[in-house]
């Protein structure tokens, strides 16, 4: 019989969170998912769900009827709204300035459509001029997909433009707005949005492993129209919104798809109704006030950001590491001195850019002068 490993409980420190993700969490949330527990089937958590429904249909600017919170990351709702929607043979004209566009291509190899790239160089938002040209090459193509608020590189794209180009091309719009919900302008009724997917670690300061999610009556009408079945079990939505409709005071109504992670969601929960509280228009400008004087404060120490200041994402800054420092030490310096994280970049900004985050919780003018005063010190 194999020996009981003797390890101990383990206690992380407790880190200042200013890189990509995840961010700070409130201590409102994590007081949240310490709650008892209680069965997902529970008439009471039904309920909670139904408040929880109508949060994210806030944080989105939405009153799509499908939406929830994807039992899984920011990835498994990238996931989820390419599985349900594109079918095998059919064509996508996806977008690609940073990594998280290059992960979009390859959902839609998986499910066997076709990729057309609209390729923008690391740094620079998608060139709408250059989806129209794409989307006028190919008529056929069924979708729109593009990085709202692209983290490897901190640029911003116009959505509210893009997906008007999509409409006008017959085409419905998959967004990702991971690192965009709840720190930047997002208006997904307004835009006409039909698929959007986010991550609860972000701007919205929740614990890491949920995904809102949500379809417009367009591409509700695109799922229910398929010819064959979607292929993750898991993340077909005909199923799973058998257990986020009904009513709360009705549980037999919640088909059983799979145990919700209870805790995770009362987190979400209470991260999204303090954002409610603040406003969006009021979370919006927090990050973007809180951006403008880590800007001055990096602009004085000589850094320089990869993305222009036009397209530039308040809550995700990236710039370039100055010539003769050493990246992995300047970040190990600052975890181990400061218990501050700032990230690497990724792909091709690895080694050659930090990228400072913003987001929720972290968007305080407490990190930002720790942070400004801690690169300051190691950097002399």
Same mark, same amino acid.
Request: charged content about 25%; glycine content about 6%; some cysteine.
């Given at each position: 019989m194999l020996a009981a490993p003797k390890i101990d409980s383990f206690y992380p420190p407790r880190r200042t969170l200013m890189g990509p993700g995840p961010s700070d969490v409130y201590p409102e949330v994590l007081a949240a998912q310490s709650r008892p527990t209680i069965g997902h089937l529970d008439p009471l958590f039904v309920g909670m769900m139904d408040e929880l429904k109508s949060l994210i249909q806030y944080a989105f600017q939405t009153e799509n009827e499908m939406t929830l919170a994807v039992s899984a990351p920011g990835s498994a709702g990238m996931e989820t709204c390419f599985v349900n929607l594109v079918e095998a043979g059919e064509k996508v004209i996806v977008c690609r300035n940073g990594v998280f566009g290059e992960r979009m291509r390859q959902n839609v190899e998986r499910v066997g459509a076709t990729a057309v790239m609209v390729d923008n160089e690391w740094g620079e938002a998608v060139s709408p001029s250059d989806v129209e040209?794409? #989307?006028?090459? &190919?008529?056929?193509? !069924? @979708? #729109?997909? @593009? /990085? &709202?608020?692209?983290?490897?590189?901190?640029? #911003? $794209? *116009?959505? !509210? =433009? #893009?997906?008007?180009?999509?409409?006008?091309?017959?085409?419905? $719009?998959? /967004? *990702?707005?991971?690192? $965009? /919900?709840?720190? /930047?302008?997002? =208006?997904?009724?307004?835009?006409?949005i039909d698929a959007i997917y986010a991550g609860s670690q972000k701007c919205l300061s929740c614990v890491p492993g949920l995904s809102p999610v949500s379809f417009s009556p367009a591409a509700v009408a695109k799922i229910k129209a398929r010819t064959t079945q979607v292929q993750s079990w898991f993340l077909d939505q005909t199923l799973v919104m058998g257990y986020w409709s009904g009513t709360a005071d009705n549980s037999a109504k919640r088909s059983y798809h799979h145990t919700a992670p209870v805790n995770a969601l009362y987190a979400l929960h209470e991260s999204l109704r303090i954002l409610a509280n603040e406003g969006l228009e009021a979370a919006w400008q927090r990050h973007a006030d809180m951006h403008q004087i880590l800007r001055q404060g990096l602009e004085g120490l000589g850094l320089k950001f990869v993305v222009d200041e036009a397209s530039r994402l308040p809550q995700l800054n990236a710039v370039f590491i100055p010539a003769g420092i050493d990246d992995v030490a300047v970040r190990n310096l600052l975890l181990e001195n400061y218990n501050l994280e700032i990230g690497a970049g990724l792909g091709a900004l690895a080694g050659k850019a930090w990228r400072i985050g913003l987001m929720g919780f972290g968007a305080r003018r407490e990190n930002v002068a720790l942070c400004l005063k801690a690169l300051e010190e190691v950097l002399n």
């Open positions: 040209a794409a #989307l006028k090459a &190919h008529p056929d193509a !069924k @979708f #729109l997909a @593009f /990085v &709202h608020a692209e983290t490897s590189t901190g640029a #911003l $794209s *116009d959505a !509210k =433009r #893009l997906c008007a180009l999509a409409k006008q091309y017959d085409c419905l $719009s998959i /967004v *990702d707005a991971v690192t $965009s /919900v709840g720190g /930047v302008e997002l =208006r997904v009724d307004e835009w006409g």
